[in-house]
């Protein structure tokens, strides 16, 4: 998975997401296959955490990242809790 995050944010640069989606899609087919292509600020916590786990291959500013992770750390905390109800539930109903 490749993960992009844009700075200015993407709902700041006026282009719709799967425009640019679509441009960065067709970059990165010049480039390499098999690569999936996330852009994190369209996708949920738990995605954006999974991201942040791993690997940052570049960063514009590492304040900018640092405030990027820190923020989806609070988001997935805040969400853990529903996301793990809602599975609790869904085994219970399968029993």
């Not at 719709?16 to 600020?41: M, S």
């Amino acid at each position: 998975m490749l993960g992009v995050v844009f700075s200015p944010l993407l709902c700041e640069l006026g282009t719709p997401a799967h425009q640019v989606y679509a441009a960065l899609a067709l970059d990165l087919a010049d480039v390499a296959t098999g690569i999936d292509l996330v852009l994190l600020e369209e996708t949920h916590s738990l995605m954006q955490l999974e991201a942040i786990s791993g690997v940052c291959v570049y960063s514009a500013s590492d304040e900018l990242r640092f405030d990027f992770e820190m923020d989806v750390l609070r988001r997935a905390a805040d969400f853990r809790y529903h996301f793990e109800q809602y599975h609790r539930e869904r085994r219970e109903a399968l029993r």
